[in-house]
Nanobody, 120 residues
Framework: VQLQASGGGLVQAGGTLRLSCTAS????????MTWHRQAPGKEREWIAT???????NFQDSVKGRFAISRDNAKKTVYLQMSNLKPEDTAVYYC???????????????WGQGTLVTVSS
């Protein structure tokens, strides 16, 4: 199972981007999904989570600007980013709780990052 993050790019301050994270491979279930980011010279930080029921939580710095959603049929979680700021520049990663077979154990899986650059 792989998680593939995409949608990063260069955007001006105040702009919008939508990131996608898609799970591929044989999967029985997808649980809580999370977006993280790592800015240059900083540690990776959590920014948003959505559980299997659709409830979400956000880091304070992105509340009101970012939205997280999921499409279980497409095995994809989205991060809609609005009013982007230069300090949002980072590599964005997704992670998720994945069930590989019915009634099997759940495991954490990580995707590769996608770079978001916000110019001032």
């Amino acid at each position: 199972v792989q998680l593939q993050a995409s949608g990063g790019g260069l955007v001006q301050a105040g702009g919008t981007l939508r990131l996608s994270c898609t799970a591929s491979g044989r999967i029985a279930g997808i649980g809580t999904m999370t977006w993280h980011r790592q800015a240059p010279g900083k540690e990776r930080e959590w920014i948003a989570t959505i559980d299997s029921g659709g409830s979400s939580n956000f880091q304070d710095s992105v509340k009101g600007r970012f939205a997280i959603s999921r499409d279980n049929a497409k095995k994809t979680v989205y991060l809609q980013m609005s009013n982007l700021k230069p300090e949002d520049t980072a590599v964005y990663y997704c992670s998720g709780r994945i069930q590989f077979r019915v009634a099997g154990p759940w495991a954490d899986s990580w995707g590769q990052g996608t770079l978001v650059t916000v110019s001032s």
